[in-house]
């Protein structure tokens, strides 16, 4: 029996199992890339989440898409397939966690839709695959804005405590 079948990922080259919501990820990562400017050295592909949990224990996952403006986070991307609101808790946490300084926007996508989320307060930012921010307007969206700060410890251990049980439910983890 034979593994599954491959595609090539956008971003990296690299093959990738053709699993999940794969071949929407790639549909992402294209909109990134062809409308929106993105160039492929700030786009990241399975963004590591690493942590400890007290009393669970070692967590090792990713998130999905990340991107980087400058070299600091920006947005934390869930690609999703089925229904995109579900996700949105999963979506903000990740961008809450997955650097020493949280994204200021989280986003969950299925290639044809998205939903985009100021990861500060939680509340939505846009809705529809245009309003995920052009590369060139992505400086401007962070000048009227506060600098992300580190989140106190008790946040943090929430939000990974939300992070691991959205993925928890994962399947198809055949990329990781």
Known sequence: MSGPETLTDLV?????????????RQDVERFLLEKKGWDRAEIR?????????PGMG???????LA???????????????????????MALAAAR?????PAPLAAVCDGRQAL?????????????MEMIPHRDEAPALLA????????????I?????IFRSYDADLVNRARK
């Open 12 to 24: 990296t080259g690299l093959a990738v199992p053709d699993v999940g919501a794969e071949r929407r």
């Open 45 to 53: 592909v399975d963004f590591p989440v690493n942590f400890e949990l």
């Open 58 to 64: 070692a967590f090792h996952s990713a998130v999905d």
């Open 67 to 89: 991107l980087f403006l400058e070299g600091a986070p920006f947005l934390a991307v869930k690609v999703a397939a089925g229904s995109i609101d579900s996700w949105e808790r």
């Open 97 to 101: 966690i997955m650097a020493a300084v």
């Open 116 to 128: 985009i989320l100021d990861a500060a307060t939680g509340r939505r930012f846009g809705r529809g």
């Open 144 to 155: 009227g804005r506060a600098p992300s700060e580190p989140l106190p410890p008790e946040r």
């Open 157 to 161: 251990k929430l939000e990974r405590i």
